[in-house]
């Protein structure tokens, strides 16, 4: 399609929403202003750049799938990022963990890392007019093998974690001042046990104390947040995961700390959507991870479900987009991993437009009026109204390609870059 039929397109489309009292040019000058961070993991399955002799993916972490191509150094990665980045529209943010760090082929214990071991990526992104968000990487480690780090009964194990977590949240602060923006420094620990255990109590409260210790020193918001990740259960950990939802929520609010949700960390017939308008009630920020459990936490690819439109609906209706931090984070093997990058990315976005051109405030009026049959109706009458034409136009004028263009660009990237490495 060209670019006079995209325009043509986007004019009808832009018609059919005014009928309904919707700006689609707002809505899109609305959705440009939104970032994204994007998850290095995604590129090399999670393996990051630290010896060639450490763990791999382990510590209820499980990557699945063998297609070739993963990137195997930090140029590779970069080059693989800098392509997904072109094929999405907008300006958004890379999600990095600690392991990910440039270490000069020398041994780096995690409670070693400082700030000039990403520097490189810290150059990177400014090159580029991105921003960086950081991970503590509490796994995949022979000091997590127990199954507990922050929360560990042997008091050298867990002062080697608190070490590691105080060194990120610093590596975080940097980041943030050297790109003037706030660089969010997730906490997402494996602590648990596979069966069901006795002293749950004594557990969480040497999690309590190390939080303590970890948090007690204080960063300008303006160069780092700090938020800390739930979940249900994971490998390993299928009866007793320490930092549950409720424990890191009751913490997170009496801390003045963000909560971090994962779309794959909750029950599967669980409303994360829901949990939005819940939890900033009485919290300033959240931070989303935009991730796909199927059956169990998979983290799956992300595509336009009914679950990331429900989600992002929500938000818009509260206002919320200034309060709420988009992050992906799934890893699969299975398939291009750059592609994997694209779809997720591109799915969130759809998802967030989807849920800017709905005449909101008229559904409000038509609720408050007690039209429950007004209502469903135009909640069914939007859903056939022309967005591809919109989101389209959008990408147009993002200078990234549409529809069936950007995936022959990923499959002759495959061909000529990624098939390549051995």
Known sequence: ???????????????????????????????????????????????????????LAAGGIQVTGGHPGKARAVEELRCDLDKAFSLIPGRHRLNLHASYGEFGGRRVDRDEIEADHYRGWVQWARDRGLKLDFNATCFSHPKADSGFTLSSKDDAVRAFWIEHVE????????M???????????????????????????HRRLLRDALDEIYATDYPPNEMKDALESKLFGIGSESFVVGSHEFYLAYALEHGKLVCLDLGHFHPTESIADKVSAILTFSEEVLLHLSRGVRWDSDHVVILSDD????MEEIVRGGALDRVHLALDFFDASLNRVGGWVIGARAVLQALLLALLQPNERLKEIEEAGDAFGRLALFEEFKALPFGAVWDYHCARSQ?????????EIAEYDAEVTSERS
Request: proline letters at 6%.
């Open 1 to 55: 399609m060209g670019t006079g039929e995209i325009e043509k397109a986007y004019r009808l489309a832009r018609e059919r929403y005014g009928d309904i009292g919707v700006d689609t040019e707002r809505a899109l000058s609305r959705l440009e202003r939104v970032p994204l961070s994007l998850h290095c993991w995604q590129g090399d399955d999670i393996g990051g750049f630290e010896r060639p002799d450490a763990h």
């Open 400 to 408: 990234v390609p549409i529809a069936a263009a950007w995936r022959r």
């Open 176 to 202: 943030g001042r050297e790109l003037e923006s706030p660089c969010l420094h997730n906490l997402w620990i494996p602590d648990g046990s596979k069966d069901t255990p006795v002293d749950r109590w004594g």
């Open 167 to 174: 060194r990120c949240r610093a590596v975080g602060a940097f």
């Open 308 to 311: 990331v439109r429900a989600l």
